[in-house]
């Protein structure tokens, strides 16, 4: 079975409820293993033994928090291993306009280093799920919808 990997910071629970709702639709495909770790327990080996990693954190100042960084640098060790793996982003800010979208880019920048696959959304959040504050029912859909995407992908491409 192909597994993904749901990599995230959250220190007042928005992104941690994102996460949990990629979960849930990857969950729901039967066929994907799906695991949902915080970003300061991932491993080296947790990103290598991963088919798909998904990586989530708040909005601060724009881009990716602390954690999230301290994993990407980490993962300078297992780099040229991830080449052709599925990545995706997702991010919680506090407002419209408070950067989520940027800091997505920040860790898709990051998985295309990696030289990771990453597909964008045509009908939806384009770069990946955004929520402001807690995610509600039409961010909850978005994030379902986005864990399958992914699933599929990662299926696809075996
Ligand atoms: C250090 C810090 C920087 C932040 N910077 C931004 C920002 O630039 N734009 C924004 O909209 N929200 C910003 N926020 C708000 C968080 O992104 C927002 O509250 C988010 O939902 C928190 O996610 P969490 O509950 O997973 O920790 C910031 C919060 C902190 C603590």
Do not use: W
Not at 7 to 21: C, I, L, P, R, W
Not at 69 to 85: E, P
């Amino acid at each position: 079975m192909v597994k993904v990997l749901i990599t995230y910071f959250s220190k007042t629970g928005n992104t941690k409820k994102m996460a949990e709702h990629i979960k849930e639709g990857l969950d729901s495909m039967g066929d994907v293993e799906a695991d949902l770790k915080k970003a300061q327990d991932t491993t080296i080996d947790d990103l290598r033994s991963s088919d798909g990693i998904i990586m989530g954190s708040p909005t601060y100042f724009g881009v990716m928090a602390t954690e999230v960084k301290d994993l990407m640098d980490r993962s300078i060790q297992c780099y040229g291993k991830l080449v052709g793996k599925v990545g995706g982003a997702f991010s919680s800010s506090a407002m419209i306009g408070g950067g989520n979208e940027t800091t997505i880019m920040s860790i898709v920048q990051g998985l295309l280093i990696h030289g990771m696959i990453v597909q964008g959304v045509v009908k939806g959040n384009h770069y990946g799920p955004v929520s402001i504050g807690a995610p509600n029912e039409e961010v909850r859909d978005e994030c379902i919808k986005y864990g399958k995407m992914i699933g599929e992908l990662v299926k696809k491409l075996g």
